[in-house]
Structure formats: structure tokens, C-alpha cells
């Protein structure tokens, strides 16, 4: 029972993680359609640059911003410079666009910073709460990442519910065409979709860093496990892509723990295919009907 | 008020207008009319500044528009609705027609009220979703949505179609209300040429691209051959 409740926690501190990895692909896909691949690129990026701050001497909290505020400045000039000659174009071409971008992203991410992982501090202890004599599975370190992935799902909601800036990005969503007519330049909502998109991503870096350690290729698996929740949650809604990310952090935890780590991959892969088999919409898929 | 002189567009090799001119004076309804195909919808996407001219001005309050973008076109005064009245159907109503109003920072009670008291029945169903919303419904919120922005001209596509002979009589009857009440211009594109006509001060006849006839509803009803060959009554 014990053990259960262990991999319950884990699931949820590492669902966190794929949560916001989740909001990052989920955000982008709403606002342009295109499913950014580039996201594990980049959110790789901006967890070194928050390395070398903390490396050089800075404190945990210095590089944690920076990792936010370079997400944010990334996800802007990516979509201005490379995204945006693709948009409205065949869905393929922004497919091969962010797939190179990924390639490239890492090329230079190993230029920079060579190809070696380096150790990411975590935010608090990693050390496990202990609870009447029996050390849990779950750390100081693990509630700040539930906390502020919690939070950063409050305020984006906010945002979109309750601003004029949210409406817009709404609007320049569902009908660009339409949010034109009425005064709405779509284009800079696009790019504040993809910054804020590309910061809940470099937050989920900073957050998983400490367990894959930084290096051009250790964030690889947490996109795959971001997608999941993100297609399990309907790619549409940023609630849907926290409850994904919180199901599919628990799923992929009982895999580990009771059938071993080794077949992780397998169980995200699992989730997949009965996802897209039972219901491809997936849980918090718009009940609307598009008009035609 | 609007003025368009001698436009050109095409799409590619197929040229949807061929020389348009006319003018719209202010306060007045024009009534696009024409078979499909006839460039109706393609006048107004081009007035708007969705689709771009390839030669000709577009004159709005004496200032040529044609090269502006779309933002400043409707900074001007310039509202298009198009046409199968695009609600967002994933937005309220309440959200539909604030976003409407966001450019003149009118997202306030004020005008909300005002459009609420235009078509009543969007004040009861304020909250729901749009997709939610009968026809008839969304094509009041799609001009109450453009309303929102106060504007000077009024692009309206094919308001009518698909919608109930009585719903579509209601709101045709809107229009001269707007323009007397609040000296909008509406330039109003239909296939219902009898019901446009009917509260139109002015028509003008689209075929292939070109205008072919112009003039008062009277003068245009009483013309048999154009009724027969483009206005089908």
C-alpha cells in the first residue's frame, strides 16, 4: 500500500512536468495549428542558459527567471522568424520546419555547451517528506513543481477567461479571419501565443533538469511524454492538458514501479494508441461542433 | 462616404472585378445585387482590405484605402460581416460582441446594453456558447458583433440566406432603422434581390465582374429584361 501511494505522488510530482510540457504544445496548436516539435529544442535551450547563470555563480532563482524570461524572448523570435513564413501554408511544411529546428537547436546547444550532461540543482530538497516513519516518495522539490504548474494554469486561465488580450487571442484562434475584421491583429496574437507557449515549456525544463540532468538530448523523452498528456487531453484546452499530464505522469509511474523502468516508453506509447483508438478527440475535446 | 473607382482584382488568372465604380453616399442603403459568381462577395472582401485590389481606389471619407490594413481600414469606420455570419462559436455571446467593441474600448456595459436592446434575443442567452444560437441569432450577433465598433459603413454578406422568410425580414427591416437612427451606410449584398430592394435607397447589378445597371429599387424592379436576366423575380 505503501508503495502505491509512493508511485501515486511520484506520478503526480512527474505529471507536473508533463503537464506544462503539455501547455507548451497545447498553447501553439490552439494559436497556429502546427504541432511544435521544436519544443523540446528549445525548452533544452533556455534550461542551459539557466545552467550557465547557475553555474557561474548565480543563484537558483536568477536562472530559474531567466529560463522563464529567455522562454518567453524564444518562443517570440521563433515564431517571427521561423514559423511565420509557414503559417497557412500545408500542415507538413510547419511539421519539417520544427523538426529542423529541433535538429538545429540541439547542433547548437552541443556547440555551445559540448555534448556532456551537467547536474541542474533542484528548487528545494529532493529529499522525500517523512511521514510517520516512512519516507515518501515525494519531496519539497515536488510540491513547488505541482504548485507552480498549478498556478501557471490559474493565471493562463485568467488571462484567456477574463482580459481583453485573452479574448483576442481567443478570437485570433478560432477565426483569424474573422478577429481581422474586427480590429484584431492576429499576427501579434500568434506571437504572444508561442512566447507564453514556450515559457510553460522552459518551466518544465527547469523543473525535470535535476532528473535527466542538461544536455542537447536529455529532454527528448519528456516531449514524447508531453505530447501524450497532450493528445490525451485533447490538444485544445489547457485544462485538458494538465489532467493529461497529471494521468499520464500516473500511468507512466505504475508502469515503472510495477512493471519496471525499462518499459516507461512502452506505456506513453500504450496510452497513445488507445487514446487515438477509443476516443482520437480526447478527453476535453470541444463539445462544439465547428460551423462548416 | 465610399467611393469606388474603377477596381480590378483577380485571383490569379480569373479577374472577379473588371472596373467597378460607384459611390455610396452616407446615411443610404446600397444593394449589391447579382447572380453568384457576379464578384458580390469579392467587392466586399476588397473593401474591407481581406482580399488586395490590383488597380482602382477605394475612396472612404475621401481617403484612399486600398493599400491600408485591414486594422486601420476598421479603425476608419469600416465594418464587414461576412458572409455565413462567422459567430465564434466557441466564445459567448457577451464575448462575441465584446470583442466587437475592444477597438474603441468598448467592451463596457454601455454598448453591450445598446446591442442587447437591439436584438433581444441575445440578452437572454448572453452567457451561452454562440454555437448554441439558432440563425437567425448568430446573424444578430454577427451585426450586433460589428456594431460594437461604431462603425460609419456597414459591409453586409448575403444577411438573409438561409434564414427563415420571416427572421430575414426582420432583420432586413433593421437596416433603414440603423441608417435613420444612427446615420450608418450600409452597402448590403444579396441573391434576395426583392428583399434588398425593398429597404434599399439605391441598387446597383453585378454580372462577371462588371456593374451592369444602377439605380433607384423603383427604376430597377421596373426594368423586365434586368429582373429576368439578373435579379430572378
Known amino acids: 500500500m505503501t508503495r502505491f501511494i509512493d508511485l501515486t505522488l511520484n506520478g503526480i510530482a512527474n505529471g507536473a512536468i508533463y503537464a506544462a510540457v503539455a501547455l507548451s504544445l497545447v498553447l501553439i496548436w490552439r494559436a497556429t495549428r502546427i504541432l511544435n516539435f521544436a519544443q523540446a529544442g528549445m525548452l533544452m535551450i533556455t534550461t542551459f542558459i539557466a545552467w550557465s547563470a547557475i553555474d557561474h555563480g548565480a543563484s537558483y532563482w536568477v536562472g530559474f527567471a531567466l529560463a522563464l524570461l529567455s522562454g518567453l524572448v524564444l518562443g517570440a523570435v521563433v515564431e517571427r522568424v521561423v514559423i511565420r513564413p509557414v503559417e497557412g501554408a500545408p500542415p507538413l511544411n510547419a511539421v519539417i520546419v520544427t523538426l529542423g529546428l529541433l535538429v538545429l537547436l540541439q547542433a547548437v546547444a552541443g556547440m555551445i555547451w559540448g555534448g556532456n550532461p551537467h547536474s541542474f540543482p533542484p528548487a528545494f530538497s529532493i529529499k522525500g517528506y517523512r511521514i510517520a516513519d516512512h519516507t515518501v516518495l515525494f519531496s519539497p522539490a515536488d510540491l513547488f513543481g505541482v504548485l507552480i504548474v498549478a498556478g501557471m494554469l490559474v493565471a493562463l486561465t485568467l488571462l484567456f477567461r477574463r482580459t481583453s488580450l485573452g479574448l483576442r487571442m481567443r478570437a485570433a484562434a478560432f477565426e483569424p479571419e474573422v478577429a481581422r475584421l474586427l480590429g484584431v491583429r492576429v499576427g501579434d496574437m500568434f506571437t504572444i501565443g508561442w512566447a507564453l507557449a514556450s515559457m510553460a515549456g522552459s518551466l518544465a525544463g527547469v523543473l525535470v533538469a535535476p532528473n535527466v540532468f542538461v544536455a542537447p538530448n536529455t529532454f527528448d523523452s519528456v516531449l514524447v511524454f508531453g505530447f501524450t498528456a497532450a493528445v490525451l487531453g485533447g490538444l485544445e484546452s489547457p485544462p485538458g492538458a494538465v489532467v493529461g499530464g497529471v494521468v499520464v505522469g500516473l500511468a507512466l509511474s505504475y508502469v515503472s514501479g510495477y512493471a519496471g523502468a525499462s518499459v516507461v516508453t512502452l506505456g506513453a506509447l500504450a496510452i497513445l494508441v488507445a487514446v487515438l483508438m477509443v476516443r482520437p478527440t480526447g478527453l476535453f475535446a470541444p463539445a462544439a461542433a465547428r460551423r462548416v | 462616404m465610399l467611393e469606388v473607382e474603377d ?209 433607384t429599387p423603383h427604376a430597377l424592379s421596373a426594368d423586365d429584361a434586368l429582373r429576368h436576366a439578373y435579379l430572378g423575380f
Do not use: C
Open chain 2, 7 to 215: 477596381l480590378e482584382i483577380a485571383y490569379g488568372p480569373v479577374r472577379a472585378l473588371r472596373g467597378v465604380s460607384f459611390a455610396v453616399p452616407k446615411a443610404t442603403i446600397t444593394a449589391v445585387l447579382g447572380a453568384n459568381g457576379a464578384g458580390k462577395t469579392s467587392l466586399l472582401r476588397t473593401l474591407s482590405g481581406l482580399v488586395r485590389a490590383r488597380s482602382g481606389r477605394i475612396w472612404l471619407d475621401g481617403r484612399d484605402i486600398r493599400r491600408a490594413p485591414i486594422e486601420q481600414i476598421v479603425r476608419r469606420g469600416m465594418a464587414h460581416v461576412p458572409e455565413g455570419r462567422r459567430v465564434i462559436a466557441e466564445l459567448s455571446v457577451e464575448e462575441n460582441l465584446r470583442l466587437g467593441g475592444l477597438l474603441r474600448g468598448r467592451g463596457g456595459r454601455g454598448g453591450l446594453d445598446e446591442m442587447y436592446a437591439l436584438f433581444p434575443p441575445l440578452a437572454e442567452r448572453r452567457a451561452q456558447p454562440a454555437h448554441t444560437l439558432s440563425g437567425g441569432e448568430r446573424q444578430m450577433l454577427a451585426i450586433g458583433r460589428a456594431l460594437m465598433a461604431r462603425p460609419r459603413v456597414l459591409l453586409l454578406d448575403e444577411p438573409s440566406l438561409g434564414l427563415a422568410p420571416r427572421v430575414a425580414a426582420q432583420i432586413m427591416g433593421l437596416l433603414p432603422r440603423l441608417r435613420d437612427e444612427s446615420g450608418l451606410t450600409v452597402l448590403l449584398v444579396e441573391q434576395n434581390a426583392k428583399g434588398a430592394l425593398s429597404v434599399a435607397d439605391h441598387g446597383i447589378v453585378l454580372n462577371l465582374g462588371r456593374v451592369v445597371a444602377s439605380g
